[in-house]
């Protein structure tokens, strides 16, 4: 029952017809002021994690001691992945900027992260995407950046076998076979196998699972529906497509995986 229907009931108890409509009234009030607090709420969420994924990106990208121009390329397209417009973007950029400092705490940082994402894989997940992404932009992944990226993930629950298998989800991802029945090369399906946290030695029916259990997880309606924020649904978008393509690997190269 809406505050506005329960305050009206109340007082049209107390105070009859008149109590009914004052009632009302303070009701809809109470119950307009409470959503602008939650909208607001959301929206500082929403700024304070934008800005946490950005400053630990600008550390990550700066483990290898050099900020690539495909690293800064992959950034910038994020914040259009992101929707980000006018101020948010200068806020994202100042944060990667940020992040780079000598200074830069990254703990601290990785802890504030925490707090405001209560550590929920699914975002958790996302937000390791995020960093792979960009770090691999310039066609590898340095030891120092990997390194950063178990330390980062072990702070938020996660192991390196995760990050591990978030870098192999990017690699299976980007290319896929080169034309009609042709198989990948060895390199891009073992990432495939590594990337559904399978094997080789996986038999159809457990790969199939394997896969529609991660597209489950995975599809952003059901992480929306866990808090996943707007702004980070093109990211869930992206991980979908990704699991469609390691699975595709897998598919052209058996013949009893379909």
């Not at 929403?46 to 990550?60: D, K, N, T, Y």
Request: aromatic letters at 4%; one cysteine or more.
């Amino acid at each position: 029952m809406g505050l506005t229907v329960v305050a009206a009931i109340i007082g049209l108890l107390a105070g009859g017809l008149k109590g009914l409509i004052i009632g009302g009234l303070i009701g809809y009030g109470i119950g307009f002021a409470l959503r602008l607090s939650f909208v607001g709420g959301l929206r500082v969420v929403q700024s304070q994690l934008l800005e946490s994924v950005f400053a630990i990106m600008g550390a990550v990208c700066k483990a290898d001691n050099v900020v690539t121009r495909d690293e800064i390329n992959a950034v910038e397209q994020m914040f259009g992945m992101l929707n980000l417009h006018g101020e948010q973007r200068e806020q994202a950029k100042a944060a990667f900027n940020r992040g780079k400092e000598p200074d830069f705490d990254l703990d601290a940082a990785v802890d504030q992260f925490a707090r405001i994402s209560h550590r929920r894989r699914p975002l958790v997940q996302l937000f390791l995407q995020l960093q792979v992404m960009a770090i691999a932009a310039d066609g590898r992944v340095d030891p120092a950046e990997h390194a950063m990226l178990v330390r980062i993930a072990r702070r938020l629950g996660l192991s390196e076998a995760d990050v591990s298998q978030l870098e192999a989800l990017l690699r299976a991802g980007t290319a896929g076979p080169s034309g009609p029945g042709a198989r990948p090369t060895q390199d891009k399906l073992a990432d495939a196998y590594t990337a559904l946290g399978v094997t080789p030695d996986t038999d159809a029916a457990g790969i199939k699972r394997a896969y529609r259990k991660l597209i489950s997880q995975n599809h952003p309606d059901k992480l929306a529906a866990r808090g996943l924020p707007e702004s980070m649904r093109a990211v869930a978008e992206e991980r979908s497509r990704e699991l469609n393509s390691a699975y595709d690997l897998i598919k052209a190269a058996r013949d009893d995986v379909r």
